[in-house]
């Protein structure tokens, strides 16, 4: 049965015909079935080195990522001149087609007539990567109603990031401080993603970002007032605490505590709740960089992500205050507190700490 799709009209499907470049195919790897003009029985002796020639694509190809190589074997669809199909070649001309196909292949010419030396052709520029993240925009804070079209789209994204997460990909999320990159904290490869495409440290640890004040006692060891933990969640405070054996032991597998956070966003707290599980977070930038208020300010992170949830600027953007994140808390002992990092909330943190439950302040013990 001939391919509609393939306009060499080859009797193979369209996903395997090999003769792409010279005859309008579309594309794939291997030579036709034998024929008078490509016998396999021909000796080995008799044969041309370039038509033994084999051709590796590494796996690091951007091309072959990309699927734009197909693979079969050692064979790339390596194509013959026009009229030179069964039956229209003399012998001689034959494997002189063959060999210059396959040179072509791999960016070899023949050079001069009866030349045996090759030439290396400069490779085509590959094709920009295309961005490898959805974009989904969540509907105004407060227009989010029971059986309303914003609540559609809020559900929406809600699903498609729950989707991703629990699939191992890491999704671009807005949080009440900035914007963040969450992956699921029992999922080690993701955790590793995280790290290599900010370029973090591995000796830096993630918070954990929990839907609920509850779920802080299944994760945490608690040593301080639940009044305490309701006072400051959900808030932009991260709270360190010594964690349980419930969490990943590859999450930050250098400190027995964990930060963490109950962002006072909407759409976060849905999120984890949803998930069902606990989301390692991180700040959305390149590390040492500037952090994001908005999803363009870490649009070239775009490409190693498989969702962006954009909703909308963060703060006024005016301020330095408005980049500086949550405020860090250590309250892995008792009747202490100490500020690891002043963050967007220190006095209000403070104050309530100091004067509502009178701890006192330490020196901070959070790497």
Not at 287 to 295: I, K, P, R
């Amino acid at each position: 049965m001939v391919s509609r799709s393939c306009r060499c009209r080859c009797s193979t499907a369209s996903s395997s015909c090999w003769a792409r470049s010279s005859r309008g195919g579309c594309g794939g790897g291997l030579p036709p079935s034998p024929s008078p003009a490509f016998p396999r029985s021909t000796p080995a002796a008799s044969r041309s080195p370039s038509i033994l020639l084999g051709v590796v694509v590494p796996l690091s190809c951007p091309a072959q990522r990309w699927g734009r190589v197909s693979w079969t074997g050692s064979w790339l669809g390596a194509s013959l001149p026009p009229g030179s199909g069964p039956g229209r070649m003399s012998p001689a001309r034959r494997c002189r087609g063959m060999r210059a196909a396959v040179a072509a292949s791999v960016g070899l010419s023949e050079g001069p007539a009866g030349s045996r030396s090759g030439r290396l052709f400069r490779p085509p520029s590959p094709a920009p990567a295309a961005p490898g993240a959805r974009l989904l925009r969540l509907p105004e804070s407060g227009a989010v109603q029971a059986a309303s079209p914003e609540r559609a789209g809020w559900t929406e994204a809600l699903r498609a990031a729950v989707a991703e997460l629990r699939a191992g990909a890491v999704v671009a999320v807005p949080t009440d401080t900035l914007y963040g990159l969450a992956c699921a904290a029992s999922c080690s490869a993701a955790l590793r993603a995280v790290y290599r495409l900010k370029g973090r440290s591995e000796a830096k640890p993630l918070a954990v970002c929990l839907g609920r004040v509850a779920d802080v006692y299944r994760y945490c060891r608690v040593r301080v007032p639940e009044g305490l933990l309701k006072d400051l969640l959900p808030g932009p405070v991260t709270l360190v605490m010594e964690r349980s054996e419930e969490l990943n032991k590859d999450l930050n597998p250098f400190t027995p505590l964990v930060g963490i956070r109950i962002p006072d966003h909407a759409f976060m707290q849905d999120l984890a709740q949803m998930f069902e599980g606990p989301l390692a977070l991180t700040s959305a930038n390149l590390s040492s960089q500037a952090s994001s208020l908005n999803v363009e300010e870490f649009q070239d992170l775009w490409p190693q992500l498989s969702l962006v949830i954009d909703g909308g600027q963060i703060g006024d953007g005016q301020s330095p205050e408005c980049r500086l994140g949550s405020t860090v808390v250590d309250l892995s002992v008792p009747g202490k507190f100490g500020i690891i990092r002043p963050g967007c909330a220190l006095e209000s943190t403070t104050a309530i700490l100091q004067q509502k439950y009178g701890l006192l302040p330490s020196h901070a013990s959070y790497l």
